[in-house]
């Protein structure tokens, strides 16, 4: 009996299916097994019987078919496929091979494809059948999989021939798969990864296979395949919109479960040429598939090398830059890890960043309880996708955010309309202007990120304000992720959205096109989205001492240096040749066509306002920013903007009318232009660092020994001036990243930062004693420390000098305690029940027990010796410490007006200090998580929608 289902509309292959498979329960028809056949498809003589006798014979749930194609029938198309661990299929026939009996016994496969199937019908009340939700691609994985962890087998039948077309492979029809084939292979098998691995194979199969996705895609869109690395990304999203049904359909599959994993990945492919094929397909994406050419084909003479940079001159610049940075860092590629003004050493251990990030004490700078900034997961993920490597994580952070900065540049120009002539200039000269060259050469990683992210930051604001068409609630979600990440690396970033969102709400004021509010509106919403993704952390921003406080300014510089750019304290590039891009950009503004006078005069009033912001800092405007070059990324964003509108202007004038004056300005300007451009390209191939040293050179490495044996300490570090003297703790490692935006506040930071006045001023002569509060040791004057400010701490006379390291000098601290420890000495226990200033009449030399061992992140324990009177913490206060000694709870009590001091009965014995606060900040992260998550899911899920999918 023949029945034929019409459906109203495209509902999928497995839906279609199902509907079919309704019709059959309902007709009661009694079959053993149901053959799938696609359309585009024709089965050989007896292909069914022998089919069905194979199912019999083995046992097996699944019999596939042998294909061949439909135009040559002497080749193989297919004989079962599998994959490796991580999906990514690896088929089993070579392309073009020939049918030679090769595959001629009945094989146990991964898989087979759904154009030619015979299912068990046991098997499908059992596990059912297609995923309803697969329109196309992957399905017969899925169902191949389900079934074989529920105890049945996929076999090829060689006897079972079948011709196939392919036809929506090939593209030879239309259909919803159609130019989105990478989109339905990616989430497809990202979705069967989920379903069907157990617990530990998918902890270790997920993430790879995402990473793999994400790689991928930013190699299509280096490459200039936008659609393909948008289509990646898109996968993503629908697994992440999709996750809570993926979970109730792993649910069902893993119910059904009666195998081990084993039983898959023995069928699946396994050793380093599957490595090689995903090294080859990498290269691939760069350079282009290679096809094999016929003989006509051959005898064309090669296209030159000036053809190929024209017809790919987004992947030709890139090249350039990425060639350019790595000769211009080939110093750096042959030392250990390197260290810069904020640019510090990875840890050994990319775990060490996740830890930091979920512990609520912060130890090394004089201790506190506070959040970690999310900047920090951003760095573990970096480590774990360079294989667990600082070495090789600090590279790419350094090296990979000036390029993140021309992509960026590159997409704000797009949003705007301009054309490739004139993205182009302005993406070269941004990656090249004076403020990325210093950040780089002198480490800044704040001002790498800001300048990284930037002009993607501005898209939002200009398409609020009409310069570009509104992105809808698509832009502002992307403006509150990208102001998130760069705030959590470089918090002034908040500070200059918000900035520019006004600025550019004034200069919007009384035009026809927007209203200053839709700006303002804008700019609170993203604000706002962004500060509530980083809760709790973001919440220190807005206390005293967080990182986006002043940083005093640097009179030094001039207002030329401003106007030229080069505020930072590394001058890349002579004044004499640092002012193409302000000169380029004014002629920009000047030779703006009409329909680009209202954008250009935005961005001309927020280069000006940039410039006016950059001056009050230098000349030490408190509260604005911590130094000059930060609000000066603004004018350099503003100038390349301006500088692509007028180099787009001027050619287009050159075609419209003869040589005038429009054309003298132009030519001039790009001159000066190309002469900066210029020079910067021969500044990087110098590969002058000035700022970057080896960080092996920071630190003895016998401190770390020391810590070892007598407990953890902190050692300060010396820099700065006679009048304004800095200090940083760290441990014995020295510092490192995890102290990254970790700033000390309160009282411990403020007795600090009065202890180095006094040695500065000649106050005291007994500095040592004083450090000794905060758990100081060993204090090291960096070589770029003033010598006047050395000489004052060489007077101190409980800081004895140890040894000149490179450069450096280490002074052991005489007086010095651990973090930690027991203090028997009267009069300084008398000492630390007062004030910070009575430690100045206290003896010279505390006597101490030996340190407390450090156990956890937020813990000590040890022995006292029988004299000992109390406990000296050398961390900011907080009633969440508790002690026991011998069993027995103390009361932490207040020492030396901000540290911690438990006061001991007789004969102490064996003590344990730990801290209670870390339940209630990792319940402010579960809780924060949970909500990005589910923001996140909705966000997919709208997104989904809009596309029309299920």
Not at 310 to 331: D, E, F, T
Not at 426 to 446: H, Q, T
Not at 861 to 874: P, R
């Amino acid at each position: 009996m023949r029945r034929i289902v019409s459906l109203e509309r495209r509902i999928g292959y497995g839906r279609a299916l199902a509907a079919g498979l309704k019709i059959a329960t309902e007709r009661r028809l009694d079959a053993d097994a149901f053959l799938i056949l696609h359309d585009d498809a024709a089965l050989g003589p007896g292909a069914v019987e022998s089919m069905v006798r194979t199912m019999q014979t083995t046992g097996a749930g699944i019999v596939g078919a042998k294909l061949l194609e439909w135009d040559n029938p002497l080749l193989l198309q297919d004989f079962g496929q599998t994959t490796d661990r991580y999906g990514r299929a690896v088929p089993r026939v070579e392309r073009g091979e020939i049918d030679q009996g090769q595959h001629e016994q009945v094989e146990e496969v991964l898989y087979a494809t759904s154009a030619a199937l015979l299912v068990a019908r046991e098997l499908v009340e059992k596990v059912g059948l297609f995923d309803p939700r697969f329109v196309a691609m992957r399905d017969d994985f899925d169902l191949s999989w389900r079934a074989r962890i529920a105890g049945y087998k996929t076999v090829v039948d060689p006897a079972a021939v079948a011709r196939h077309a392919s036809a929506v492979q090939r593209e030879i029809r239309d259909s919803p798969v159609r130019g989105r084939m990478r989109y339905f292979y990616e989430r497809n098998m990202i979705a069967t990864l989920i379903k069907n691995y157990s617990l530990p194979h998918l902890a270790i199969a997920l993430p790879f296979t995402i990473l793999l996705t994400l790689v991928n895609s930013l190699l299509y869109f280096l490459t200039g395949r936008r659609s393909s690395a948008v289509q990646l990304l898109q996968a993503l999203q629908w697994n992440l919109a999709h996750l809570p049904s993926t979970l109730r359909a792993r649910t069902r599959a893993q119910r059904n479960r009666t195998e081990h994993d084993a039983v898959v990945t023995d069928l699946m492919h396994h050793g380093a040429t599957r490595l090689r094929a995903q090294f080859e397909r990498a290269v691939e994406k760069v350079v282009g598939e290679v096809d094999e050419a016929s003989e006509d084909e051959l005898e064309k003479p090669r296209p030159r090398l000036a053809d190929r940079v024209r017809a790919h001159p987004v992947g030709s610049l890139v090249l350039i830059a990425v060639v350019l940075g790595l000769v211009g860092a080939r110093s750096l590629f042959f030392s250990q890890q390197i260290a810069g003004v904020d640019l510090l050493p990875f840890p050994s251990s990319m775990r060490s960043f996740f830890t930091e990030f979920v512990s609520g004490w912060r130890g090394p700078a004089a201790g506190g309880a506070g959040p970690a900034t999310p900047g920090l997961v951003v760095l573990g993920i970096l480590t774990f996708i360079t294989f667990g490597s600082g070495w090789l994580a600090q590279r790419v952070l350094v090296l990979g955010l000036p390029l993140v900065g021309a992509l960026s540049m590159n997409r704000l120009c797009s949003v705007l309309g301009m054309n490739d002539r004139g993205r182009r200039l302005a993406v070269v000269a941004y990656a090249a202007s004076p403020l990325m060259l210093g950040a780089f050469g002198g480490g800044r990683l704040p001002d790498l990120v800001l300048l990284a992210f930037a002009p993607a930051l501005l898209i939002p604001l200009a398409r609020a304000a009409g310069l570009a068409p509104g992105g809808g609630w698509r832009s502002v979600a992307a403006g509150i992720v990208w102001l998130a990440i760069a705030t959590s690396l470089a918090p002034w970033s908040v500070v200059f959205f918000a900035g520019a969102g006004i600025l550019i709400a004034a200069l919007c004021a009384g035009t026809r096109k927007t209203t200053a509010g839709d700006v303002l509106k804008r700019t609170a919403t993203v604000v706002g989205g962004a500060l509530i993704v980083l809760l709790p952390w973001s919440a220190e921003l807005f206390r005293a001492g967080s990182p986006l406080g002043a940083g005093g300014g640097d009179s030094q510089r001039t207002m030329t240096d401003i106007l030229a750019l080069s505020a930072g304290p590394i001058r890349a590039l002579p004044l004499a040749v640092a002012f193409g891009l302000p000169v380029a950009g004014l002629a920009g503004l000047l030779g703006a066509p009409a329909q680009r006078r209202r954008a250009a005069a935005i961005f001309a009033g927020v280069a000006f306002v940039s410039l006016g912001v950059a001056w009050a800092v230098a000349r030490g405007v408190p509260w604005i920013a911590p130094r000059p070059e930060l609000p000066l990324i603004g004018a350099a964003v503003a100038w390349c903007v301006l500088a692509g509108i007028g180099f787009d202007a001027a050619a287009s004038r050159l075609r419209a009318r003869a040589f005038g004056l429009p054309h003298l300005v132009a030519g001039i300007a790009g001159i000066v232009l190309l002469v900066q451009i210029a020079a910067s390209a021969g500044w990087i191939a110098r590969g002058d660092h000035p700022g970057l040293v080896a960080s092996g050179a920071l630190i003895p490495s016998f401190l770390a020994e020391q810590a070892a044996q007598e407990g953890p300490f902190r050692v300060a570090w010396v820099d700065g001036t006679i009048d304004a003297p800095s200090v940083a703790l760290s441990g014995p490692a020295g510092q490192t990243m995890l102290q990254f935006l970790q700033r000390p506040a309160g009282a411990a930071a403020t007795d600090l930062r009065r202890t180095f006045a006094a040695i500065a001023s000649d106050e005291t002569e007994s500095g040592g004693r004083l450090l000794a509060t905060f758990g100081v040791q060993y204090v090291i004057v960096r070589p770029t420390a003033d010598p006047l400010l050395a000489a004052a701490v060489a007077r101190q006379v409980d800081l004895a000098l140890s040894q000149r390291f490179n450069n450096a000098i280490v002074y052991v601290n005489e007086a010095g305690l651990p973090i930690a420890t027991t203090v028997s000495t009267p009069g300084w226990t008398q000492a630390s029940a007062s004030t910070f200033a009575a430690v100045a009449g206290a003896e010279a030399s505390p006597r101490a027990g030996p340190g407390l061992s450090q156990t956890g992140g937020t813990g000590f324990s040890g022995s006292a010796a029988t004299t000992a009177k109390e406990i000296l913490l050398a961390e900011d206060f907080s009633p969440s410490w508790r002690a026991q000694v011998d069993g027995k709870p103390l009361t932490p009590q207040r020492s030396f007006g901000w540290a911690i001091r438990f006061v001991l009965g007789p004969n102490p014995n064996h003590i344990v200090v730990t801290w209670s606060g870390q339940r209630w900040h990792r319940g402010a992260l579960v809780l924060e998580l949970l909500l990005v998550i589910g923001v996140a899911i909705r966000w997919s899920q709208r997104a989904a929608r809009e596309r029309g999918e299920r």
